[in-house]
């Protein structure tokens, strides 16, 4: 992938981990992390795309890495559904890609951080494939905000877990807590975990980050999705 970060196992992948970053970033913010998650799997396939640079509003039309152009910060982030609908669909290739090389769906997790965490959630509940599980870190839910959005797949099928930072300056931690309580509304099986942290993340919340996907990826485990 020409358009993305990827680190590959030291064993032929059976997994894949799809990481979106935040505004303005690229695919290898996160690349770093990955030893602090402590992720004891050597067959699970890192991919960290970079989103493409295109004006943004809020940033007075300035080109930037971006998944979608946001156009008022307001407390709801009114954004522009066409670009995450965009955005969505490349995670859905690459989604399927993973599924062309023999990783099964139920072996694929989105994560995304802020902007790249509201793709994540979007891209999760419309997909129609049974995915391991949605994380989104210190981001918000805009599903709202399209009247065209339909569920891919029963909602009790996709796991989610939210991570917020309680002292978030850029996405107030309350949008956090109604991305949580929107999504458990409409059915999908959500955990949340505060932080006491900024726009970040803390090396105590990649470990949880670790033990997360461990559990969503355990083949054995009574919590994963069913086709």
């Not at 196992?9 to 894949?16: C, M, V």
Request: charged fraction near 15%; aromatic fraction near 8%; proline fraction near 7%.
């Amino acid at each position: 992938m020409l358009d993305a970060v990827v680190v590959e196992p030291s064993q032929t992948a059976d997994s894949a981990i799809i990481w979106l970053h935040g505004l303005g970033a690229s695919g290898h913010d996160f690349e770093p992390v990955l030893p602090l998650l402590e992720l004891d799997s050597q067959t699970t396939r890192f991919i960290f795309p970079h989103a493409p640079e295109i004006p943004v509003t809020v940033n007075g039309g300035i080109s930037m890495p971006a998944w979608y152009d946001i156009e008022h910060m307001d407390i709801d982030r009114t954004i522009d559904v066409s670009g995450i609908s965009r955005s969505a669909d490349r995670v859905d290739a690459i989604v399927q890609t993973q599924m062309d090389e023999g990783i099964p769906a139920n072996r694929v997790i989105l994560v995304g951080f802020s902007q790249g965490g509201a793709v994540a959630l979007y891209a999760g509940v419309r997909s129609s494939q049974c995915l391991a599980g949605v994380l989104a870190l210190s981001t918000y839910w805009v599903g709202a905000q399209d009247s065209n959005l339909m569920p891919g797949r029963a909602p009790e099928g996709l796991f989610i877990e939210i991570h917020h930072g309680t002292l978030d300056p850029v996405v107030p931690f309350v949008l956090g807590e109604r991305a949580r309580d929107a999504l458990s509304a409409l059915g999908y099986p959500v955990t949340f975990q505060a932080f006491t942290m900024p726009h970040s993340v803390v090396p105590e919340q990649l470990q949880a980050i670790g033990q997360w996907m461990a559990l969503r990826l355990k083949p054995d485990s009574s919590s994963r999705s069913k086709e």
